[in-house]
């Protein structure tokens, strides 16, 4: 379970989050969605301490994150994450930037991981793409490889950022498709997208923020069809609509 | 034949007879000079060894020491960050000549040490400092975006530094190393002053010698030429060597 209480988080002088209070159950699907600029990634990024908040705390299964004296490589061994731009290691083949973080982060033995590297591609479909570069590979076969880097870490939590939105329209299907598949296996997920279908038929419950704030919290059936707020309305009939 | 190893073919001929062509030239022109002092000329061309010793081995540790300021460079303590700046600063500020004499009068002023030490020492430390600024305009181009990716993971901030950021550098960084290495290769004549007998030191002597000037200098320069070329064509083979387009 993750618990956020009263967190905030400011860049220089604006406050990004004001006082989000938010509570995810373990095996949970969750979509945050919302305008641009409205803290999605930022809020995001907390939960794995990419950004250290003000203001506030985040519980991760009675662990508090936040806490200065925590370990934050422990924490993070533990949340998978997965970026817009991919984030590849342009100095590492597909298998081995899968395996990285197995020989250095779990300190496994290499003909072990690079076992469980090729059998993580040949589930997201690139057991051919084993010895590729990132240079080679398309932009959803990239994004592919970087969930299963974040997979190859057996985190309970993982995070997506916009994961198909850098990618060309007849390659977010087979993002969604691997990404769909992770759903009820356990794993607690949380993506910021603009795929409305995916927070639809995916997700258990829908973030609605608005300027640094949760305006709604609800199942997507409620959301969906009768949106609380004047701005949820707003912004689902220019997603709908686009 | 297929019209590809043709055209290398043709290629290659054309370079052989260049090649040849030069020789005869330079052969015509020094071909009195060698009959006269034949172990001269042998002497200015393995006296190049001294070169080639000292500007690789100043490269390798100036690569070493090079690369440890770039990283204080961007370092979280700012008496590192000042450090690593003012040496930087002090020795791209002053002249090579005024550094090999302090290290060699000064630093090692009481001591009996091999004179080709002093001139590696001296000239790994210049350019260190060269390639220190290399190095930190290669690390910051690295995109955040993947050391990002390796903290999420947990991994621990020095092997993001050894196994993405400086693999990363490097191969940005490769076209200025080589000519940081050709930049060795022409500086370090500097080092006769201390009578470490380089290139430029034996030539020196047999122009001396001999009271001709333009046979030993005409040969000097081809040395320092033909050095100079072998290193660049290496770099563009390392370059290609390096290449992630390529699959391994
Ligand atoms: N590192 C940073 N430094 C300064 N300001 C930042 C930083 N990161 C984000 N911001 C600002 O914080 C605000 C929220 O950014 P955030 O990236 O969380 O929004 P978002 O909802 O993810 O937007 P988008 O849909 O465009 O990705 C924006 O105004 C942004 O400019
Ligand atoms: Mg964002």
Same mark, same amino acid.
């Given at each position: 379970?993750?618990?956020?209480? /009263?967190?905030?988080?400011?860049?220089? +002088?604006?406050?990004?989050?004001h006082?989000?209070?938010?509570?995810?159950?373990?095996?949970?699907?969750?979509?945050?969605?919302?305008?641009?600029?409205?803290?999605?990634?930022?809020?995001?990024r907390?939960?794995?301490?990419?950004?250290?908040?003000?203001?506030?705390?985040?519980?991760?299964?009675?662990v508090?994150?936040?806490?200065?004296?925590?370990?934050?490589?422990?924490?993070? !061994? /533990?949340?998978?994450?997965?970026?817009?731009?991919?984030?590849?290691? *342009? /100095?590492?083949?597909?298998? !081995? /930037?899968?395996?990285?973080?197995?020989?250095?982060?779990?300190?496994?033995?290499?003909?072990?991981?690079?076992?469980?590297?090729?059998?993580?591609?040949?589930?997201?479909?690139?057991? =051919?793409?084993?010895?590729?570069?990132?240079?080679?590979?398309?932009?959803?076969q990239?994004q592919?490889?970087?969930?299963?880097?974040a997979?190859?870490?057996?985190?309970?939590?993982?995070?997506?950022?916009?994961?198909?939105?850098?990618?060309?329209?007849?390659?977010?299907?087979?993002?969604?498709?691997?990404m769909?598949?992770?759903? +009820?296996?356990?794993?607690?997920?949380?993506?910021?997208? +603009?795929?409305?279908?995916?927070?639809?038929?995916?997700?258990?419950?829908?973030?609605?923020?608005? *300027?640094?704030?949760?305006?709604?919290?609800?199942?997507?059936?409620?959301?969906?069809?009768?949106?609380?707020?004047?701005?949820?309305? =707003?912004?689902?009939?220019?997603m709908?609509?686009? | 034949?297929?019209?590809?190893?043709?055209?290398?073919?043709?290629?290659?001929?054309?370079?052989?007879? @260049?090649?040849?062509? %030069?020789?005869?030239?330079?052969?015509?022109?020094?071909?009195?000079?060698?009959?006269?002092?034949?172990?001269?000329?042998?002497?200015i061309?393995?006296?190049?060894?001294?070169?080639?010793?000292?500007?690789?081995?100043?490269?390798?540790?100036?690569?070493?020491?090079?690369?440890?300021?770039?990283?204080? &460079?961007?370092? &979280?303590?700012?008496?590192?960050?000042? #450090?690593?700046?003012?040496?930087?600063?002090?020795?791209?500020? @002053?002249?090579? #000549?005024?550094?090999?004499?302090?290290?060699y009068?000064?630093?090692?002023?009481?001591?009996?040490?091999?004179l080709? #030490?002093?001139a590696?020492?001296?000239?790994?430390?210049?350019?260190?400092?060269?390639?220190?600024?290399?190095?930190?305009?290669?690390?910051?181009? $690295?995109?955040?975006?993947?050391?990002?990716?390796?903290?999420?993971?947990? $991994?621990?901030?020095?092997d993001?530094?050894?196994?993405?950021?400086?693999?990363?550098?490097?191969?940005?960084?490769?076209?200025?190393?080589?000519?940081?290495?050709?930049?060795?290769?022409?500086?370090?004549?500097?080092?006769? #002053?201390?009578?470490?007998?380089?290139?430029?030191?034996?030539?020196?002597?047999?122009?001396?010698?001999?009271?001709?000037?333009?046979?030993?200098?005409? %040969?000097?320069?081809?040395?320092?030429?033909?050095?100079?070329?072998?290193?660049?064509?290496?770099?563009?083979? $390392?370059?290609?060597?390096?290449?992630?387009?390529?699959?391994?």
């Open positions: 379970m993750i618990k956020i209480n /009263n967190l905030s988080k400011s860049f220089s +002088h604006s406050k990004v989050l006082d989000i209070n938010l509570t995810i159950d373990t095996g949970e699907t969750i979509s945050i969605i919302g305008p641009s600029g409205s803290g999605k990634s930022t809020l995001l907390c939960m794995n301490l990419l950004e250290i908040p003000d203001e506030g705390s985040i519980n991760i299964d009675d508090e994150i936040t806490d200065p004296n925590t370990d934050m490589r422990l924490i993070r !061994e /533990n949340i998978g994450m997965v970026f817009q731009q991919f984030n590849l290691f *342009e /100095n590492k083949n597909v298998l !081995e /930037n899968v395996i990285y973080g197995l020989l250095k982060v779990k300190k496994m033995e290499k003909v072990e991981a690079e076992e469980i590297g090729k059998n993580l591609l040949i589930r997201v479909g690139l057991g =051919e793409k084993i010895n590729s570069m990132p240079q080679n590979l398309s932009g959803g990239k592919r490889v970087a969930i299963a880097r997979l190859a870490m057996e985190p309970s939590i993982l995070l997506f950022d916009e994961p198909t939105s850098a990618l060309d329209p007849e390659m977010v299907k087979e993002v969604l498709d691997v769909k598949d992770l759903d +009820h296996k356990g794993y607690t997920i949380i993506v910021v997208t +603009h795929e409305m279908g995916f927070a639809k038929n995916v997700s258990d419950h829908i973030v609605f923020m608005v *300027e640094g704030k949760i305006a709604e919290y609800a199942t997507p059936e409620e959301f969906f069809s009768s949106p609380k707020t004047e701005r949820a309305r =707003e912004f689902l009939d220019k709908l609509n686009k | 034949m297929n019209k590809e190893s043709k055209n290398g073919l043709i290629k290659a001929l054309k370079i052989i007879i @260049t090649l040849i062509l %030069i020789v005869l030239f330079l052969y015509f022109l020094l071909y009195k000079f060698y009959v006269r002092y034949p172990n001269h000329v042998i002497n061309i393995l006296a190049a060894r001294y070169t080639i010793i000292i500007s690789i081995a100043s490269a390798f540790f100036g690569l070493l020491l090079g690369t440890i300021i770039a990283l204080n &460079k961007s370092s &979280k303590i700012k008496l590192l960050r000042t #450090i690593a700046n003012f040496y930087t600063d002090l020795f791209r500020g @002053t002249p090579v #000549i005024l550094q090999l004499s302090i290290i009068f000064v630093v090692f002023g009481a001591f009996d040490v091999n080709l #030490i002093v590696i020492t001296s000239f790994s430390l210049n350019s260190a400092a060269y390639i220190s600024e290399i190095m930190r305009a290669g690390i910051q181009n $690295v995109d955040k975006g993947q050391i990002e990716a390796a903290k999420a993971m947990g $991994v621990r901030e020095r993001i530094a050894t196994d993405i950021v400086i693999p990363q550098a490097i191969r940005k960084t490769l076209p200025p190393l080589i000519n940081e290495l050709a930049t060795l290769i022409k500086e370090s004549s500097v080092v006769y #002053i201390i009578g470490v007998s380089d290139l430029m030191y034996v030539t020196d002597r047999v122009t001396a010698g001999t009271f001709l000037y333009f046979e030993p200098l005409l %040969i000097a320069g081809i040395c320092y030429y033909v050095l100079v070329k072998i290193t660049t064509i290496l770099g563009k083979y $390392v370059e290609v060597k390096l290449s992630y387009d390529k699959n391994k």
